[in-house]
């Protein structure tokens, strides 16, 4: 079955570090670009941030720039997101999505992770 | 504030046609894919159409996309009770270089 899970939400404090890893399983993640977007409590989705395949490109939304940092290792077929500096805004559901066209289309997504600051 | 407009709300009876709206800018919806989602209460979103491509297996025929412009919209025929839930619209903009959502519409089945 071709899934992805998230993992390392929990409750932190502000100015505080976590580290979301999201597993992919059923696909090879070095085919795929791949994203974080997340879904504040009661609010509509935001993306974070979208990796390239090779690592090589990487784009953030402007509220994270400069505090989180998105990585990647094939060969575990793994995702990862780094979020320094945490602010109470950035308490969500943090989602990992695969990105199954090349255009941005998010055909598979996690369940999410909750991330409390 | 979300770049991509869409109304917070559309309701319909069952059986009925609704369609919802998203209003971009040349940036976004006027040169890039667009994408809608339907979340489900208390679930992950899920990839419903990304218009100009054929639909994802297992998405009914019964959603269509349409884009004109810097605007696209979603039509649900045939509205179903299980189709309640929040739509959002999305799409990479070239300016901002990032995934743009739309504030997402929930559709109501009467």
């Known amino acids: 079955e071709v899934q992805l899970v998230e993992s390392g939400g929990g409750l932190e404090q502000p100015g505080g570090s976590l580290r979301l890893s999201c597993a992919a399983s059923g696909f090879t993640l070095s085919r795929y670009e791949m994203n974080w977007v997340r879904q504040a409590p009661g609010k509509g989705l935001e993306w974070v941030s979208y990796i390239s395949v090779s690592g090589g490109s990487i784009y953030y939304a402007d509220s994270v720039k400069g505090r989180f940092t998105v990585s990647r290792d094939n060969a575990k077929n793994s995702l990862y997101l780094q979020m320094n500096a945490l602010r109470a805004e950035d308490t969500a559901v943090y989602y990992c999505a695969r990105d199954g066209t090349g255009g941005f289309s998010f055909d598979i997504w996690g369940q999410g992770t909750k991330v409390t600051v | 504030q979300s770049v991509l407009t869409q109304p917070p709300s559309a309701s319909g009876a069952p059986g009925q046609r609704v369609t919802i709206p998203c209003s971009g800018s040349?940036?976004?919806?006027?040169?890039?894919?667009v994408n809608w989602y339907q979340q489900l209460p208390g679930t992950a979103p899920k990839l419903l159409i990304y218009?100009?491509?054929p639909r994802p297996s297992g998405v009914p025929d019964r959603f269509s996309g349409s884009k004109s412009g810097t605007s696209a919209s979603l039509a649900i025929s045939g509205l179903q009770s299980e189709d309640e839930a929040v739509y959002y619209c999305a799409a990479w903009d070239d300016t901002l270089k990032g995934v743009l959502f739309g504030g997402g519409t929930k559709v109501i089945v009467l």
């Open positions: 040349s940036s976004n919806i006027g040169t890039n894919i």
């Open positions: 218009v100009g491509f």
